[in-house]
């Protein structure tokens, strides 16, 4: 077989499988990240509002219902941006759910886009 | 009967095909959650791209851009013929063939680059972290284009495989298989 193919083909493997591989592996290493020093995702959530490095959830939906009256329907907790993110997803009386990022450790909104 | 076989495709070609199926299902399923794993599959989709462009120069017969590439005039008569079923058989790709596989190169090129701008600023991550900090209203220009170029690149897989089915017909050929095995009958 010609060596060009033989060596493109080996690339071809050996990066997409590598790829895979480690997007794999940082994907999992990141989700027990931060959550594998602590108990419990409880724990976890305490201690970072002990340090200062999250706002209570409670606030955050406050802040949420300054800007959209309407039905909360899911939060989340995220690492981002080397610090937490909270999102809120509400039902807003239109019918239409909205997504919310605020900075967990300010409460200030990020960013509100439209779901489709 | 007994019928010969040719080969058409070469390994790389196949590996890439199989390769890119992969890769690309594993990004658009992570798009939403697993940011990580959508950025590395990412890199894998735009890294087989670069190295079937390459190929496409340097390749074997089939493989290469001048063997499918054909003038808009012929891939429209072609497609005329096809609905007519009486387009004539290629061995390689044939011109609506050809002209598929340079629309979903480019919109791969053009999902990838949107991505890594989006990365970049979202999460100051990735080739261009150095636009970390841009305006929340350019990073929401580039995820528009990244989702936009992505359901393209969605839509043009369907056509690609609605091809690949009505071609396998007309010419009872078994394109699938021909590309796992790389051999065509004569």
Known sequence: ?116 | MEQTDVRVWDPFVRIFHWSLVLTFTVAWLSGEELEVLHAWTGYAVFGLVLLRVVWGVIGTRHARFSDFVYPPAAVKTFLGDTLQLRARRYLGHNPAGGAMIILMLLCLVLVSVTGVAVYGIEEGAGPLAMLAGSSAALEEVFEEMHELFASLMLLLIVIHVAGVVVESLIHRDNLVKAMVTGRKHA
């Open chain 1, 1 to 116: 077989m010609d060596i060009k193919v033989i060596i493109f083909s080996t690339l071809a493997l050996a990066g997409t499988s590598g790829l895979l591989w480690t997007g794999f592996t940082a994907a999992d290493n990141e989700h027990g990240a931060h959550l594998e020093q602590y108990e419990s995702e409880h724990e976890a959530v305490r201690e970072l509002m002990q340090q200062g490095d999250i706002l209570p959830l409670e606030q955050i939906l406050e802040q949420a219902r300054q800007h959209r009256t309407g039905r909360v329907l899911e939060t989340e907790l995220e690492q981002q941006r080397g610090g937490y993110i909270y999102e809120v997803e509400m039902l807003d009386d239109n019918g239409e759910v909205w997504e919310m990022k605020f900075d967990a450790a300010s409460g200030e909104l990020l960013e509100q886009e439209l779901e489709d």
